[in-house]
């Protein structure tokens, strides 16, 4: 049975020295330039790299259309980065990291993780808010030996498909899903239509809410559409045709900015009376900002945090008001997720039996014998890479910003 372990929280946030580099997928050396190694020899830059520093990297969109999601990612990692080097670091060690803009695109991620990958230098990564973009970038660090671990993935295929060094700490999409229908029952709703985008993970989602509102209440979903978020944003014709189809609410499995531009032009065409359910993506202020707060008053969303600073405490609650006053705004499961990964790393690295293992080893030792109490969730990952202890919340825009639904 695995030990119990609990972090320590301590002191205020002080400035730390961090090093991010947003600028393409530009993480770098001193000199800004790349060394091409091999796998061999990268584990062994591996055994000696570090001195007085451990270095990771954080793949994320820093720009496009999702830069919002990574902008909480940055902070909230930064967030962890000074309250641990603010606190000794990791047995004296401060933490450095990078940041490696994938734009939210698969084939950006890939040429992160070779850069990586290439480094040599790295210990672990923060993997992007994309499961897609994750899965695109496993294979360049699996064979660098530089384990992928994740906040806010939520695709089931990243931990069905035998990724033996990834590992993520939130809610599979289809326990989220699951949950997200629920709610729409209990709400009295029985013809659901469903707003959805080409990506991977919305697509197989599309599939797994559609299949359990019929198999388990027997709702048929009347109406339902695929759109390509990077090149559509008028989406009037499926307002009108889910309308025409009497539909009573939307069910949106997209990322916020898609989900935002539909609520605010079914408002203008002056289509108000529906109710609206949200995936884990949506749960981000800048939907609200997108579509107005006023329209987005109601909106309902399924996530693994919510800064419901009334209902926080302890740590969590001091992670809301520091990111708050860092970045102007609430942080949501992006940034939460995100800062549980590098606590729970450091908590890890910390310890006599972990402290000099690396890649897969390091990743099978976690997976036998860490527990963490995290802001966002409690974390035990199993053998899978999944997280034991993950579980969810429901999120309602109350008064402008997103609270927890009673």
Do not use: H
Not at 163 to 181: E, K, T
């Amino acid at each position: 049975m695995k030990s119990k372990i609990v972090k320590q929280v301590t002191g205020m946030i002080l400035a730390a020295s961090v090093a991010a580099v947003l600028a393409g997928c530009g993480g770098s050396g001193e000199d800004g330039t790349l060394e091409e190694t091999s796998s061999a020899e990268s584990a062994e830059q591996q055994q000696g790299e570090e001195g007085d520093t451990i270095r990771f990297a954080l793949i994320s969109p820093m720009t496009g259309d999702n830069a919002a999601t990574g902008a909480q990612q940055d902070n909230g990692v930064k967030l962890a980065v000074e309250k641990i080097n603010e606190n000794g670091g990791v047995n004296g060690k401060m933490l450095e990291y990078d940041v490696f803009d994938d734009q939210n695109n698969t084939n950006q991620s890939i040429i992160c993780a070779e850069k990586i990958a290439a480094d040599g230098n790295y210990r672990f990564v923060v993997a992007s808010n994309s499961s897609g973009c994750s899965q695109a970038a496993y294979p360049a660090l699996e064979s660098a030996g530089i384990p992928l671990i994740s906040g806010i993935n939520t695709g089931d295929f990243m931990t069905d498909q035998g990724f033996s060094m990834y590992m993520r700490i939130c809610a599979r999409d289809s326990i989220q899903s699951v949950q997200l229908v629920a709610s729409v029952v209990e709400a009295g709703y029985t013809k659901p239509a469903i707003f959805y985008t080409t990506a991977e993970t919305d697509t197989m989602n599309f599939q797994i809410i559609t299949n359990y509102l019929k198999d388990s209440y027997g709702i048929d979903v009347v109406a339902s559409a695929q759109v390509q978020p990077e090149t559509e944003k008028d989406f009037a014709s499926y307002i009108t045709n889910f309308q025409n189809a009497g539909a009573d609410c939307v069910i949106f499995v997209s990322e916020y900015s898609p989900a935002a531009l539909f609520i605010k032009q079914a408002n203008t065409l002056g289509w108000t009376d529906y109710g609206r359910f949200c995936n884990a993506g949506c749960s981000n202020p800048q939907l609200i900002e997108i579509a107005g707060a006023d329209v987005a008053e109601g909106v309902i969303s399924t996530a693994s945090f919510v800064a419901d600073r009334e209902k926080a405490t302890g740590e969590k609650a001091e992670f809301i008001d520091q990111y708050t006053e860092l970045a102007g705004i609430e942080p949501g499961e992006w940034a939460a997720g995100a800062y549980d990964v590098v606590c729970m790393m450091a908590d890890v690295l910390s310890k006599e039996e972990a402290a000099d293992l690396y890649g897969q080893e390091l990743v099978d030792w976690i997976k036998e014998n860490e527990t963490y109490e995290g802001i966002m969730v409690d974390i035990d990952i199993d053998e899978n890479g999944d997280n034991s202890l993950a579980q969810t919340v429901q999120l309602i825009v109350r008064d402008g910003v997103w609270r927890e639904r009673d």
